[in-house]
């Protein structure tokens, strides 16, 4: 699987941002996919998740009520809508997906452990 991620940029504190992940390759529907952000050199954090079937949708308590993940099975493309955004979401943001295998519980893909394959990052940068 191939992920390319687009959307970052620089915005002020209470904007929305919209992150595109396009995917691409033979068994997408079978992934898991996952965003997680990253500060410098800390370790990523989850950020959401969902299946393509879009179920399996949760949310990093950070993010709850200020973000959404979605998918449009047509494009193969993942989304994560970012509402409200504060200095403390600046971030590289990632798209990665993960195998989806039936006998992990889904928290098992909450961490970046679970997952394979990974876009290339996205800075998103929120001024106050």
């Known amino acids: 699987v191939q992920l390319q991620a687009s959307g970052g940029g620089v915005v002020q504190a209470g904007s929305l941002v919209k992150l595109s992940c396009a995917a691409s390759?033979?068994?997408?529907?079978?992934?898991?996919m996952g965003w997680f952000r990253q500060v410098a050199e800390k370790e990523r954090d989850f950020v959401a998740r969902?299946?393509?079937?879009?179920?399996?949708?949760n949310y990093a308590d950070s993010v709850k009520g200020r973000f959404t993940i979605s998918r449009d099975n047509v494009k193969n493309t993942v989304y994560l809508e970012m509402n409200t955004l504060q200095p403390e979401d600046t971030a590289v943001y990632y798209c990665?997906?993960?195998?989806?295998?039936?006998?992990?519980?889904?928290?098992?893909?909450?961490?970046?452990?679970?997952?394979?394959?990974w876009g290339q990052g996205t800075q998103v940068t929120v001024s106050s």
């Open positions: 969902i299946k393509w079937s879009g179920t399996a949708i």
């Open positions: 390759g033979r068994t997408v529907g079978s992934y898991v």
């Open positions: 990665a997906a993960a195998t989806d295998r039936t006998y992990y519980t889904e928290s098992y893909y909450d961490d970046h452990t679970a997952y394979t394959y």
